[in-house]
């Protein structure tokens, strides 16, 4: 296998229209520092099908509209992505580490195992977590995260947030999941553990609320549940 190595800015603003979309599907997709100069707009993304592909976090901050990303296999944020104002999509076949930060103003919708329909149990193939390393965290407007396997939540700060799970939701010493406005959660039967103290799950003044369904739930928030 290749690799294809993405630099440069990506821009699918339409200004007499929506905003567009620009779609990878490469084997397993890198975001890290190095990559090359940009591609021609004319280049196929689907010929380098069973690549591996590294995008420069730059490319995900210059986006505008919506840029998705798929890979077979896995999607791995190894460096920070500061400041997107894209609406970003991360769909990996098997699974997603964000080992650095990843964060935009627009939304940020994260599918582990994207050909698993979620259904109350863990998918068969062993494959669909989203995993945090040391240094891992999210920010978005609107942040989805769906995940066959398993979640190990890093920190996570959003105005709304979802998050579905096929097996059980964990999170990483030291972190913090802020989420000001809606959050549900959904692990099916698995358990739910969100202890860490710096917790903070809607803003119940604002009238948003939190709803969490699962096995055992285990949970921390700075201002209170109910």
């Known amino acids: 296998a290749g690799f294809l190595d993405i630099g440069g800015t990506i821009d699918a603003f339409a200004p007499f229209g929506a905003p567009g979309t620009v779609l990878f599907d490469p084997l397993d997709i890198f975001i890290a520092t190095g990559g090359t100069a940009a591609p021609s707009s004319d280049i196929l993304f689907d010929d380098f099908a069973g690549a591996a592909t590294t995008l420069d976090p730059a490319y995900l901050t210059g986006a505008v509209g919506t840029l998705t990303l798929q890979a077979t296999n896995d999607i791995t944020v190894a460096d920070a992505v500061a400041g997107a104002v894209a609406d970003i999509v991360l769909d990996a076949g098997n699974d997603i580490a964000i080992n650095a ?18 259904g109350g149990g863990s998918a068969s193939d062993g494959a669909g977590t989203v995993v945090f390393g040391a240094g891992g965290s999210l920010g978005a407007g609107a942040l989805a995260i769906t995940a066959a396997e398993a979640v190990d939540a890093g920190a996570i700060t959003a105005t709304t947030g979802t998050i579905q799970t096929g097996g059980a939701l964990t999170q990483q010493a030291g972190t913090a999941v802020s989420v000001s406005g809606t959050l549900t959660v959904d692990a099916g039967s698995a358990d739910i553990t969100l202890t860490e103290t710096g917790n903070d799950f809607a803003d119940e003044a604002s009238g948003a609320a939190a709803s969490f369904s699962g096995g055992s739930i285990s949970l921390y928030d700075t201002d209170s549940i109910e």
């Not at 964060?103 to 698993?116: E, Q």
């Open 101 to 118: 930060g990843l964060v935009t103003s627009g939304g940020l919708t994260l599918t582990a195992d994207a050909d698993f329909s979620a």
